[in-house]
């Protein structure tokens, strides 16, 4: 299976800054068919994941523009222009480009100051 | 609007069955695949066991496999996740997921999950 890992496994932002995820897989998550499956989830406390991108670059409906996506290969990064209190919890990295054998990233923890 | 609502979670002893439901509103059911991905208390995010639109093909986590079985009935908009000979380490919420995806795995909502405690 392929493995992902992030870096920070936690953060804590002041309001107003700006934040930075990375993740990092195993191998390349480029699919035979040039698209590279990769996503980024938040867990708000007591919730179930959200969807926040998808495909590297993507953002899901009402996901607010401060948060954007990068990458390529088996480096991704996301990143949160200017974090608000409402963007707690913990955000997973993804991959199914492995499909159906989907994996998840450990998890970052982001709080605020 | 997209509504996932599982059910049937609960505390068992090791080696019984569970039945865990998904019901499905806001969209037409039977057009997509649909997961089910688990989480241990305080960790991490785990797939279990995904299905076809059509049920046609499921696959299964290697931990699972030959205990779990997943379906699905269209004709009431549900998933659901047959757990025999349970262990202590099946112990987690489990969620259910719609994956949109054509060529990979797109889970694009999630229910708010039902939890499985497995304990003597």
């Known amino acids: 299976d392929i493995v992902m890992t992030q870096t920070p496994l936690s953060l804590s932002v002041t309001p107003g800054q700006p934040a930075s995820i990375s993740c990092k897989s195993s191998?390349?998550?480029?699919?035979?068919?040039?698209?590279?499956?990769f996503y980024w989830y938040l867990q708000k406390p007591g919730q179930p994941p959200q969807l926040l991108i998808y495909?590297?670059?993507n953002r899901f409906s009402g996901v607010p523009d401060r948060f954007s996506g990068s990458g390529s290969g088996t480096d991704f990064t996301l990143k949160i222009s200017r974090v608000e209190a409402e963007d707690v919890g913990i955000y997973y990295c993804m991959q199914s480009t492995q499909f159906p054998r989907i994996t998840f990233g450990p998890g970052t923890k982001v709080d605020i100051k | 609007q997209v509504q996932l609502v599982e059910s049937g979670g609960g505390v068992v002893q090791p080696g019984r069955s569970l039945r865990l439901s998904c019901t499905a509103s806001g969209f037409t059911f039977s057009s997509y695949g649909m997961y089910w991905v688990r989480q241990a208390p305080g960790k991490g995010l785990e797939w279990v066991a995904v299905i076809w639109y059509d049920g046609s093909i499921k696959y299964y986590v290697d931990s699972v496999k030959g205990r779990f079985t997943i379906s699905r009935d269209d004709s009431k908009n549900t998933l659901y996740l047959q757990m025999d000979s349970l262990r202590v380490e099946d112990t987690a919420f489990y969620y259910c997921a719609r994956d949109v995806g054509v060529v990979a795995a797109h889970l694009d909502y999630w229910g708010q999950g039902t939890l499985v405690s497995v304990s003597s």
């Open positions: 495909e590297v670059s």
């Open positions: 191998q390349s998550l480029l699919h035979s068919d040039g698209k590279t499956y």
